[in-house]
């Protein structure tokens, strides 16, 4: 069973999405921080962040096993993996490597911005998760400020909003909500609201099946 789910920035879709893998017993891939771990390696090297082979490089040598590095949460990582991931050669070289994961036998969650539409196009549930641009920059800067990195929150609502607009407006795998996700608005939730409101939505979403197909 594979489950996609997307939405922009600090909406809560890891939070939810690492829950449900849980819940379900599925492994979990946070589709960012392969993002995130290109842009990395680019600044790690000194290298512009539009040096688009070089960046491709970077993309095809990623390992799975390095994406606990905690710098890849820091603030100025989101900000360089929205840039690299704005080309579609990137984009490319990371997608056999999140079919490959998202194919494992048994299934799993994977969250980002272009599960539903590119990586997964038939994956069995799709959640579009989002909330508020002030909410957002809200939890983002709580997030950051727990982890020792002191901004100010204006300054992080308006890194939000540019991101978002970056993220939206490429040609290559825009963020959107695919036409079959359901929406869910987690402006006025909490972190276990929000797990539970998309468990309910993916478990409806998956009853029609298990009686229809017998199994
Ligand atoms: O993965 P994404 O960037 O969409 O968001 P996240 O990392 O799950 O959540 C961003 C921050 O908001 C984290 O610190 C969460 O604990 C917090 N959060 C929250 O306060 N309420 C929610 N309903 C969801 C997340
Ligand atoms: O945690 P947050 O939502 O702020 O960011 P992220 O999910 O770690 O993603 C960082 C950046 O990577 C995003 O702003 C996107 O530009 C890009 N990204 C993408 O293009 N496609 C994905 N499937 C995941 C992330």
Redesign the pocket.
Known sequence: MIIAVDG???SG??SVSRRIAAQLGLPYL???????AVARDMLDQGLPLDDEDAAVRAAKSLDLDGLDDPRLRERRM?EA??RV?ASPAV?EALLELQRDFAHRPGGAVLD????GTV?CPGADVKLYITASAEERAHR?YLELRDRGEHVDEDEIYQDILK?DH??QERSA?PLRKADDAHLLDTTNLDIEQAFKAALGLINAARAPRRSGDGS
């Open positions: 922009p920035s600090a879709k890891g946070d589709t960012g921080l392969l993002y995130r989101g993996a929205s991931a984009r980002g911005r272009d599960i990586v983002r991101r970056r993220d795998a």
